[in-house]
């Protein structure tokens, strides 16, 4: 079946120091890969997105590249801010009998002090 | 756009009692999703809709849980005799059709068992 594995948080950072968040995946299939965002108190939001091989998604100074080759899906910032302070999900839609229903992983706490 | 609206936000009840929550998708979105998400875990999936149609059910929807779209809009999930484990945040998500095409969260509501 599908799986997601992220880097186990919680992560605590500096202000302005560069994140990374290692995520790698299992798939049957040519999976999409999502990095889904939720701040404290609020629902999780999109933060990015790749649909095929060598993809690279990006948004906010936040990117990640789909690697098929590691299975991989980094998501990687270079300058953090106090505002980037929440959880982080890696997920994965695979299109296998047309369902698309989201593999989480277990996020990552991101702590980002001034 | 309004989003993805969820209701009630919180819901506390005592074991035994059912409860239905209510979800209404992004308007143009056909495909409608039910997640289950636990303290410290990823969302886990519950079950989809294309349009009106039930397409798919997890093994973690057990006889008591229903779930209902009528007529492709609103969707409400039903627990029936609440158990202390159905204690978690029930999201839900809306896109339209495609791997590629992103899901749209609610806030979620979130059940707290007695």
């Known amino acids: 079946g599908n799986s997601v594995t992220q880097m186990e948080g919680p992560v605590t950072l500096s202000e302005e120091a560069f994140l990374t968040i290692n995520c790698t995946y299992t798939a049957t299939g040519y999976p999409s890969l999502f990095w889904y965002v939720q701040y404290p108190g609020e629902g999780l939001q999109l933060l990015l997105k790749?649909?095929?091989?060598?993809d690279k998604g990006s948004n906010k100074g936040f990117e990640a590249t789909y690697r098929k080759e590691t299975t991989s899906f980094h998501l990687e910032k270079g300058s953090v801010q106090v505002s980037d302070s929440a959880v982080y999900f890696c997920?994965?839609?695979?299109?296998?009998?047309?369902?698309?229903?989201?593999?989480f992983g277990k996020g990552t706490l991101l702590t980002v002090n001034p | 756009d309004t989003g993805v609206s969820q209701n009630p936000r919180h819901k506390i009840t005592k074991r035994g009692q059912n409860v239905t929550f209510r979800c209404d998708p992004i308007s143009e979105h056909n495909r409608l999703y039910w997640y289950r998400q636990t303290l410290g875990q990823g969302p886990e999936f519950l079950t989809y809709?294309?349009?009106?149609?039930?397409?798919?059910k997890s093994r973690l929807l057990s006889d008591r849980f229903s779930a209902e779209r009528p007529k492709g809009s609103f969707s409400t999930l039903e627990i029936q005799r609440t158990e202390q484990g159905d204690s978690a945040m029930y999201l839900c998500a809306s896109s339209l059709d495609g791997g590629d095409q992103p899901q749209h969260f609610g806030d979620g509501t979130r059940l707290s068992i007695l």
């Open positions: 790749a649909t095929k091989a060598d």
């Open positions: 809709f294309q349009n009106e149609a039930q397409l798919e």
């Open positions: 997920a994965l839609s695979d299109g296998g009998g047309s369902n698309y229903k989201l593999t």
